[in-house]
Nanobody, 125 residues
């Protein structure tokens, strides 16, 4: 089992920056990719970014490319999402997820094995 706990959400204004963190615990040995997703009220869960275990490969959604950056610190079992120039459209609950025992990246929520409880991000104009 792997437990994921997100933190760092809150209320920000357009143009501010925000960094989300996701701490993993439990069976965190071996290769595991990490991802960030978000879900706004009335909408489906949306892929944001994913990163492989070494941190050398990433994939971003077009909607956040150039504004958000995913990174990880394996010594601390933590993955980050740096959100620069957030917009009101970025308002959502943000979730991190882990995909175990794979070197392949995926953007599909159903391919991830474990999920955090989510952290609310609200961007005001």
């Amino acid at each position: 089992q792997v437990q994921l706990v997100e933190s760092g959400g809150g209320l920000v204004q357009t143009g501010d920056s925000l960094r989300l963190s996701c701490a993993a615990s439990g069976r965190t040995t071996g290769n595991y990719a990490m991802g960030w997703f978000r879900q706004a009220p009335g909408k489906e869960r949306e892929f944001i970014a994913t990163i492989n275990y070494s941190g050398g490969r990433t994939i971003y959604a077009d909607s956040v490319k150039g504004r958000f950056t995913i990174s990880r610190d394996n010594a601390r079992n933590t993955v980050f999402l740096q959100m620069n120039s957030p917009r009101p459209a970025d308002t959502a609950v943000y979730f991190c997820a882990a995909r175990l025992n794979t070197v392949l990246l995926s953007t599909i929520p159903g391919s991830f094995d474990y999920w955090g409880q989510g952290t609310q991000v609200t961007v005001s104009s």
